[in-house]
């Protein structure tokens, strides 16, 4: 048997700041075991623990552990961790395996769009509810009742990308860049859209670039020649890093504004502070801000528990699953009746309010932040929420 978390427990493989390598072992090892089922409920964790996403999968595992080990009214819980291999292939078997160990009552899984739509039929065979925080639109809108989001829809969250740049900074002439996964394809045809219903039309576009991409000196020789005044990237963590600090490093002072994967600390962690300085990003939520006391105290705990600053990834997780264990305390002890509950219910989270659209969004604000050049940690200039996140 091997059961890698049970609430009240914390296990010396999972103590402290939680080790790629270790869990990719664990990972591998409940994958290949029977596990036995003795607690109040089974949720595997099914994210990319390796791969390019292993930073976001990283994250997010961190928020749903953390929800996990302090699920409430005593309940425990057994959460197995699968590790995806940030691949839609890999995606779709860890989930089966997943969910072929046990009777699950919910999914915790990943952040990456392209393994959500392979997960997704997994999800409708054994009709088990996915806890997600990928903000590919498409997830939620394909019909599929088992989707549960808890970071804001692409489609909602890239309207205030595109508003914060041209309302607030002004800018008109947009260099728009993203990668080649589903997530970077999805944002660049949103954001497109979204500069469109707000009378601006980029100077430039290259939706083209690899996610393992090693030097960004071509496109941004290319973005320089554009007479761009602003850069507008929606893509994974590594080429948007590398944008940032390629830019910078050629001496281009053009203001970039991302999508939320710059946030996680993770990334910031790769510049020193004034390599920031002129950089913004949307992100569901900036709990290393701190901005105020309820996600201080959340943050701080995080801190202490992993060894490093939170970022909206794991905040996001850690609502949706704390949202589904609240639920499970309350009587949905079934897939079905947890289903039923986080379509109609309404969930305070730390992050946000969380109430479902009828289609399993649940998450409806965004924090657009800045880097000043003197710190590693944003600060919040501007919050949207509600209808401020829709263009007719």
């Given at each position: ?26 990972a591998v090892a409940a994958a290949g ?248 990003a949307e992100t569901p939520s900036a ?106």
């Open positions: 048997m091997v059961t890698l978390g049970r609430l009240g427990v914390k296990p010396a493989s999972l103590s402290g700041r939680i080790g790629r390598s270790v869990i990719a072992g664990l075991t029977g596990v036995a089922h003795a607690a109040d409920a089974y949720l595997p964790i099914v994210m990319p623990i390796t791969g390019f996403l292993s930073v976001e999968g990283g994250s997010q595992r961190n928020g749903a552990v953390m929800a996990l080990e302090h699920a409430p009214a005593g309940k425990t819980v057994e959460y197995p961790i699968f590790d995806t291999g940030t691949s839609a292939t890999g995606a779709a078997t860890a989930l089966d395996k997943a969910l072929s160990n046990g009777k699950a009552v919910a999914a915790a899984v990943s952040v990456f769009g392209t393994e959500m739509v392979a997960m997704m039929p997994v999800a409708a065979e054994y009709k088990v509810p996915l806890l997600t925080i990928s903000g590919l639109a498409k997830i939620t809108e394909s019909g599929n009742p088992y989707i549960f989001r808890f970071l804001p829809n692409d489609r909602e969250i890239k309207v205030a990308h595109a508003r914060y740049v041209v309302e607030k900074m002004h800018k008109s002439k947009i260099a728009l860049i993203s990668d080649t996964t589903a997530y970077g394809q999805g944002g660049f045809a949103l954001l497109k859209e979204d500069f469109g219903k707000l009378g601006v039309k980029p100077v430039y576009e290259d939706s083209s670039i690899a996610p393992d991409i090693k030097d960004m000196t071509p496109l941004l020789i290319k973005v320089k020649g554009s007479g761009a005044d602003a850069i507008v990237v929606h893509s994974v963590a590594a080429p948007m890093a590398l944008i940032v600090k390629q830019a910078k490093a050629m001496g281009l002072t053009l203001p970039i504004i991302n999508s939320s994967s710059l946030v996680e600390p993770t990334a910031t962690a790769l510049f020193e502070p004034a390599e920031l300085a002129n950089v913004c709990p290393e801000a701190r901005a105020t006391p309820r996600v201080k105290e959340w943050a701080d705990a995080y801190a202490k528990r992993f060894g490093m600053e939170p970022d909206g990834l794991a905040l996001g997780q850690y609502d949706g699953v704390m949202m589904a264990l609240t639920l499970i305390a309350a009587g949905a002890t079934t897939p079905d009746k947890l289903g039923a509950a986080l379509q109609k219910s309404t969930y305070d989270g730390v992050a946000m309010t969380y109430k479902s659209n009828g289609h399993g969004d649940l998450a409806h604000d965004a924090d657009i932040v800045c880097w000043d050049g003197t710190s590693r940690i944003p600060k919040v200039v501007e919050h949207y929420a509600g209808e401020e996140m829709v263009l007719k």
